[in-house]
């Protein structure tokens, strides 16, 4: 992958992340769940592979297995990526070809691990790979460039991302362990294309060049319509970032007067503007009925929101003493974590409910926190202590800590 299309695939990526988004009521069990769990997470440190003295950790699946990245060496300069379970500890899941560098940064509920991988040493192209109980890792290759990369998983173990064309254009990709092919998605007719998120019905969302000016547009992707343009709120362009199991579409769209709002999208609507008049706002991701994202707020500061079509827009606010916060992920309950800070100040992980606010989740002394993934009742992210000494850590409530249940198969 050139420089230049790495720079303009991050650059999508960086300007799809955002905020906020609709779905379905939270149930009064659900609220109750959310206020317990706010207050009573307990934090584990994961360690590092063997050699290694620093870790972090990208996504947990629900029965709290952990993935991430290592290093395994003590200047952190050569890192692999890992799968960690309470029943193994953290394993080396090495890397691809002769790279040297490799990171898990997705895993499905039933196991399947998606990440990437350099092929030769610590730079150059890279692939994507998954893991599979089946097969082991697997390098799935691309679609005729030199590079590919993952950018989400469902609960089945459906990969999608984006991979190089020998042309040095990029295209939206989905992958099943079902058949092993890395399937291309295309475009909406201009040169290049992103798949961001992928719901466990199979549908995959993104954003995908419009022919003749290029413009980037918010797309649907499902095997029986194709990829499908979802349009934009009167601005030039648009992109998909979250869809729900029941097809709710969320992403940010530039207006007709330039704003960059927060969208979201069904079949019965289309796409409806959920951002607030005149503040820049990002739709992010959804699950369970809440969908999140960051908006600015009028002091100019960015927070963390959440939204459903009970409660509207709620802005998370920050924990005390901070100015900023950014939400990173929420469960089917409605949980949000992410994390609260102040611009060249440490960070500090939360975890959010519409019942009991934001809470801090435990952070060493004089260290930060960043909580980046949650799944059920399974929070995975990374702690720093005082000395800037940072392991990947599993948050999670008091009963799972004392082994009342299994965490891997």
Known sequence: MS??????????????????????????AGMEVAAKHAVSFVATDLGTLPGGSFSEAFAVSAKGVVVGRSSINANSSVFHAFVWSQDTGMIDLGTLDNGTQSTATAIGNDGVVAGFGFLTGD????????????????????????????TAI??????????????????????????????????LGGTISIANAINDEGVVVGAS?????????????????????????????????????????????????????????????????????????????????????????????????????????????TLNGDTSSFAGAVSDRGLVVGNSFTPGNPSRAFVWSASSGINPLSTPTGGS??????NDDFIA?????????????????PSHSRGDRNDDD
Do not use: Y
């Not at 999508?12 to 609709?22: K, N």
């Open 3 to 28: 420089d230049k299309t790495v720079s303009q695939a991050r650059g999508w990526l960086l300007s799809a992340t955002g905020a906020v988004i609709a779905a379905l009521v939270l149930s009064t």
């Open 123 to 150: 730079s150059g192209p890279f692939h994507a790979f998954a893991l599979t109980r089946a097969n082991g890792v697997v390098d799935l290759s691309t679609l005729g460039g030199p590079s590919s990369s993952p």
């Open 154 to 187: 469902n609960s089945k173990g459906d990969v999608v991302g984006f991979s190089d064309l020998p042309d040095q254009t990029f295209h939206a990709f989905l992958w099943t362990a079902r058949d092993g092919v890395l399937h291309d998605l295309g475009t």
């Open 209 to 317: 060049a419009t022919a003749p000016d290029d413009f980037q547009h918010a797309f649907m992707w499902t095997r029986q319509a194709g990829m499908v343009d979802l349009g934009t709120l009167g601005g030039i362009d648009s992109v998909a970032q979250g869809v729900s199991n029941t097809g709710v579409i969320v992403g940010s769209s530039h207006t007709a007067n330039g704003d960059n709002h927060a969208f979201i999208w069904t079949r019965h609507t289309g796409m409806v503007d959920i951002g607030t008049a005149g503040l820049d706002s990002f739709g992010e991701k959804i699950n369970g009925g809440v969908a999140i994202g960051q908006t600015f707020t009028i002091a100019g500061t960015k927070h963390g929101f959440a939204w459903t079509r009970k409660d509207g827009f709620v802005d998370l606010g």
């Open 369 to 374: 926190s960043q909580a980046n993934a949650i």
């Open 381 to 397: 992210g990374t702690s720093c202590d005082s000395n800037q000494t940072c392991h990947a850590t599993l948050w999670k409530p």
